[in-house]
Nanobody, 116 residues
Framework: VQLQASGGGLVQAGGSLRLSCAAS????????MGWHRQAPGKQRELVAT???????NNADSVKDRFTISADNAKNTVTLQMNSLRPEDTAVYYC???????????WGRGTQVTVSS
């Protein structure tokens, strides 16, 4: 599985950004896609994921601000980020989990910077 992320950038607090991630390769084995992030000096953390069943898992810190959606026809997951805060500043990584075999895949990180 290959993951190609796009989006990110610099925005002022309160602004919005959109991240997209397109999957290719053994996409039929993907069960979950989404985003994690890693801020300087911190561990990587889950932001939001969406399963092929449609089940969504959001971090409490982004609920009501970030929305994850999937376009199954395009094998793409989008993260719409609204009301951004300086603490959202991080490198965001696209993520996919597969079965048979069970494996995690990571895309290249994309920088999101929110200025105060």
């Amino acid at each position: 599985v290959q993951l190609q992320a796009s989006g990110g950038g610099l925005v002022q607090a309160g602004g919005s950004l959109r991240l997209s991630c397109a999957a290719s390769g053994s996409i039929r084995r993907i069960t979950i896609m989404g985003w994690h992030r890693q801020a300087p000096g911190k561990q990587r953390e889950l932001v939001a994921t969406i399963a092929t069943s449609g089940r969504i898992n959001n971090a409490d810190s982004v609920k009501d601000r970030f929305t994850i959606s999937a376009d199954n026809a395009k094998n793409t997951v989008t993260l719409q980020m609204n009301s951004l805060r300086p603490e959202d500043t991080a490198v965001y990584y696209c993520y996919a989990a597969t079965v048979m075999p069970r494996r995690d895949y990571w895309g290249r990180g994309t920088q999101v910077t929110v200025s105060s």
